[in-house]
């Protein structure tokens, strides 16, 4: 099962690939930290913090800070009530505009293979530009529902026929606007293909390096493809 979702998982990056014909191409680097304080065998506080950079070191990009508690049904099944601050930087307004949100998640974990399913449901409030400059950078708010599937899977590597340290990580993540949404009226938001190769430093902590295919559309239908130099630590932790 796990080798034909990865092949999946592949055939969703080609055809992201031939969709993608005259965009926009861009580059980033995204350095982030994902964190989950255990407080007792029930409920968890995962966390997380990403910093995206475009082109390089020198420009601005954009900032995400991401909590929430989480209830775990059993060892499989989890659910989530969090909430986000997403700062990003406009070359437009030359100013950080902000992003609250608000979100439900649904996590299953397959018994068998590493492999994690996730559901998120998001309630999005941005802020808009103020034409008057940036010590008021935000004029008004845009409301908008997203939801997000999200599929990781982890293929350890052996040496002769060994488990060692060191694993592949196929991940894909596809974004839909739904209803009620002022941010885009256009249903497909985008989509992130994850390739990335990591190591196992102890049962609580990992990191991997990876390439990052991000596919965006806006509300007026151009699209951007980012290309992304992607750094991820893992880490588990009880309180």
Known sequence: MIRKFSWLLLLAFVCQQAA???VTQLYQNWYTYFGTAKINNKWAIPFDV????????SNKGQLLMRGGLQYSLN?????????????????????WLPEHRIFQQYIHKSKKVDMTHRFRLEQRWVGQ?????PHKPVNDWKYGNRT????????PIKYKKEPTSF???LQ????????????????????????AGGY???????VDIGYMNQLVQVTSGAKTMNHILHFGVFHNFDL
Do not use: C, M
């Open 20 to 22: 993608a014909q005259d």
């Open 50 to 57: 990403q910093l995206r950079l475009r082109d390089g070191f």
């Open 75 to 95: 060892k499989q099944n989890h659910v989530l009530l969090g909430y986000a601050y997403v700062p990003t930087y406009s070359n437009a307004a030359d100013t």
């Open 129 to 133: 530009p103020n034409p008057d400059g």
């Open 148 to 155: 997000r599937y999200f599929n990781r899977t982890q293929l």
């Open 167 to 169: 694993y592949v990580a």
């Open 172 to 195: 894909d993540e596809i974004f839909l606007n739904l209803w009620g949404n002022q941010i885009s009226n256009l249903l497909f938001d985008q989509n992130r293909f994850l390739v």
């Open 200 to 206: 196992q430093i102890k049962s609580n902590l990992k």
